[in-house]
């Protein structure tokens, strides 16, 4: 038994180094992917530092979803979108842009979910200051069902900051 040890020692040692590299990786990454209805975002495998959780605007930021909305149900679900506000900032949201601090302009029409999520302007948050340590978060694409219905996202609320891999 001791000369079996003695001989696979370089291949028990691979082997827990290994094991140990792949437990801490899993313990501060995770991996999402896009299995909404509607993409949102311009790709659909994230990778997620869940140890990273020191967002800003313009980084992709995965979170729980604990608002209740319309087209997705389930509280508690894993989103993934872009912050383009954090506490203090001010929006402004009208049908065809997002005016963020008077001077940021973020053009994404609403016309899409307006029409097939039946919904009207309305529905639409028109006005916000972000409250401290809480974000507001926009997809990218015409179908994006995102902050300007259901609000601002919590710190606490932060799974990490994701990064767009395809």
């Not at 609403?110 to 006005?127: A, K, N, R, W």
């Given at each position: 038994m001791l000369i079996f040890i003695k001989r696979e020692r370089p291949i028990l040692i691979v082997f827990v180094l290994i094991t140990l590299f792949f437990s801490?990786?899993?313990s501060r990454y995770t991996f999402g992917f896009n299995n909404a209805k509607s993409n949102c975002l311009y790709t659909w495998f994230f990778l997620v530092d869940k140890w990273d959780k020191d967002i800003k605007p313009g980084d992709l930021a995965a979170f729980y979803m604990n608002k209740e909305n319309k087209f997705y149900p389930a509280a508690g679900m894993a989103w993934v979108k872009r912050v383009v506000a954090e506490g203090g900032d001010h929006l402004v949201i009208h049908k065809d842009q997002t005016i963020i601090n008077?001077?940021?302009?973020?053009?994404?029409?609403?016309?899409?979910?307006?029409?097939?999520?039946e919904f009207t302007m309305d529905d639409v948050i028109p006005e916000i200051t972000v409250p401290v340590n809480e974000y507001f978060l926009m997809g990218e694409t015409p179908t994006t069902y995102d902050s300007r219905f259901w609000g601002t996202v919590k710190q606490k609320e932060i799974i990490g900051k994701a990064y767009a891999i395809l």
């Amino acid at each position: 038994m001791l000369i079996f040890i003695k001989r696979e020692r370089p291949i028990l040692i691979v082997f827990v180094l290994i094991t140990l590299f792949f437990s801490l990786f899993a313990s501060r990454y995770t991996f999402g992917f896009n299995n909404a209805k509607s993409n949102c975002l311009y790709t659909w495998f994230f990778l997620v530092d869940k140890w990273d959780k020191d967002i800003k605007p313009g980084d992709l930021a995965a979170f729980y979803m604990n608002k209740e909305n319309k087209f997705y149900p389930a509280a508690g679900m894993a989103w993934v979108k872009r912050v383009v506000a954090e506490g203090g900032d001010h929006l402004v949201i009208h049908k065809d842009q997002t005016i963020i601090n008077n001077t940021v302009i973020v053009k994404h029409s609403l016309d899409y979910v307006l029409v097939h999520g039946e919904f009207t302007m309305d529905d639409v948050i028109p006005e916000i200051t972000v409250p401290v340590n809480e974000y507001f978060l926009m997809g990218e694409t015409p179908t994006t069902y995102d902050s300007r219905f259901w609000g601002t996202v919590k710190q606490k609320e932060i799974i990490g900051k994701a990064y767009a891999i395809l």
